[in-house]
């Protein structure tokens, strides 16, 4: 697939991601029913310039691509993903969700490296070829990673930006940061009132996460993994009791990219291998899941899996630094300059 | 070093750095676009998948409730018209589509966003029908008329460059 391990992982993750995009699109806008027929021809946009049919076999090419990229993973498949849901969204006859957007810009960013590698030569061979073989692949990869690493950043940004109003800080029914952590303190029986300190720290840790944390993840390496699990964690109530894991897991298809290549593959070793640190973080993940959700929809049965895949992911970053706190000081600091 | 393997690291060197020159280039456009979706709100250009979800950010033609963002209108985009009647001059009766597009311009104490009107003007008009219309602006107390809105861009012709909806297609008056 790719000989850097974040766009390897990024594809590992990519169909869960869709799956969860399916599921959100089939389970709101209902299109087998009369009304969604209706709304279909009163939405503007491209889509009434096509037969239906070709929205309907440009979606299901899409869950095809997916599906062909669970089973293999390899970069046709991957293309076949970038090509059918860039027409995908295109076409899209109801509301562009806010996770569409960002899976957008971020397979474009993959395509946009992957095309330029594919268009250059040197002795002969291209950068990069369909199969990922060719003269430079480390280097095309790179940049297809570092794409989706401002996509990321950019969009988690404009998060933060457009919640800096009043509405949001305003303590009170108008913000979902209020809405949100009342729901949380209810469904997790943790009581019938959120404490102020609560609404306060979901009220402004969501502005400081959605800042700064990608940001910072990205450009202080040392730092990448505490921001990760602090995005992991700001994101847990939206997919426990905010019904939306849609967007909290596709997001999280792209976070190896706020990783350097080499904390990557020490990383790996762990994520690829049982340990008791991951095991347990998987089920204290789909239990905070189960304890939370407050009814069995299709979107918080799939926040089972997402609190499944983070817990893991979470207990292998954690093993990453028990063990290199478990190593003597000389080593340690070797290791951290070989890192770097 | 021989001349020939000078010459395969120069062409190494040259077409790796073109590359890095054209990836950033092109990614950083593409961030640039990215900003831009996102910062449509702000322009009433756009409201869905502008990464505003759970925002409780409110704008209006006069303002919005940011902190320190400024709201500048750039487009009827985001408006709606109040109290719209339709009513379609036809030789043929309506077939059960059309009657659902008619059903829908004319639903009681609905604001109709302008795009999703002219969008579904369009398919009556190109169906061969003539479609009269009432209507209110926002900003109007008394309400427009028109005989023949297929003749009238701004009520019957969509904007062909926009792929996607860009807001909600309708909502209660206000």
């Given at each position: 697939m790719s000989v850097d391990g974040r766009l390897r992982a990024t594809a590992l993750l990519l169909p869960m991601a869709l799956l969860g995009h399916t599921l959100q699109l089939l389970g709101e806008d209902t299109p087998w029913a009369p009304h969604a027929w209706a709304r279909y021809w009163r939405t503007p946009g491209w889509h009434l310039y096509l037969p239906p049919w070709s929205i309907v076999a440009i979606a299901v090419a899409l869950i095809v691509s997916a599906l062909g990229l669970a089973i293999r993973r390899t970069r046709p498949w991957v293309a076949a993903v970038i090509v059918t849901y860039v027409a995908h969204y295109l076409t899209y006859p109801y509301r562009i969700r806010n996770h569409m957007t960002l899976m957008l810009a971020s397979l474009v960013a993959v395509a946009i490296a992957w095309v330029i590698g594919a268009r250059l030569r040197e002795g002969g061979r291209r950068l990069i070829d369909l199969r990922g073989r060719g003269a430079a692949p480390r280097l095309v990869d790179r940049y297809a990673v570092r794409g989706v690493a401002a996509v990321l950043c950019v969009t988690y940004f404009y998060a933060g930006l457009h919640k800096t109003n009043e509405g949001f800080l305003a303590f009170d029914e108008r913000s979902a940061a209020f809405r949100g952590t009342t729901d949380f303190w209810i469904w997790g029986d943790l009581g019938s009132v959120a404490p102020t300190w609560a609404i306060a720290l979901a009220t402004y840790g969501t502005l400081v996460v959605e800042y700064a944390f990608p940001i910072v993840a990205l450009f202080v390496p040392r730092l990448t993994i505490p921001c990760v699990i602090g995005l992991m964690c700001f994101h847990f109530p939206h997919v426990a009791v905010m019904n939306v894991a849609d967007y909290p897991m596709l997001a999280s298809a792209f976070y190896p990219s706020l990783f350097t290549a080499a904390r990557w593959r020490l990383l790996e070793r762990e994520l690829y291998a049982p340990s008791r640190w991951n095991v347990a973080g998987a089920a204290i993940g789909m239990g905070a899941q189960l304890w939370w959700m407050p009814w069995w929809g299709e979107l918080t049965i799939f926040g089972i899996g997402v609190m499944a895949i983070w817990g893991w992911w979470i207990g292998s970053m954690l093993r990453l630094y028990a063990t290199a706190a478990a190593r003597p000081k000389g080593a340690r600091m070797a290791a951290e300059v070989a890192v770097r | 070093m021989s001349a020939s393997s000078r010459a395969t690291t120069s062409v190494r060197a040259s077409s790796r750095e073109a590359f890095r020159l054209r990836a950033r280039l092109a990614l950083g456009a593409l961030a640039t676009l990215l900003a831009i979706n996102n910062a449509l709100p702000y322009f009433g250009l756009r409201d869905d998948s502008c990464q505003a979800m759970f925002s409780s950010l409110h704008w209006e033609a006069g303002g919005n409730?940011?902190?320190?963002v400024p709201q500048n209108m750039r487009s009827d985009l985001w408006r709606g018209w109040n109290d719209v009647r339709a009513e379609v001059v036809s030789a043929r009766p309506l077939d059960a589509h059309e009657q659902d597009l008619l059903r829908w311009l004319n639903q009681e104490n609905r604001q109709l966003n302008t795009e999703a009107t002219r969008a579904v003007i369009a398919q009556l008009c190109d169906r061969g029908h003539r479609v009269k219309l009432r209507y209110r602006h926002p900003d109007e107390a008394t309400s427009r008329t028109t005989g023949d809105a297929c003749a009238v861009p701004e009520l019957s012709e969509p904007h062909a460059w926009i792929p996607v909806r860009l807001y909600e297609t309708d909502g209660p008056s206000p």
């Open positions: - | 409730n940011h902190l320190f």
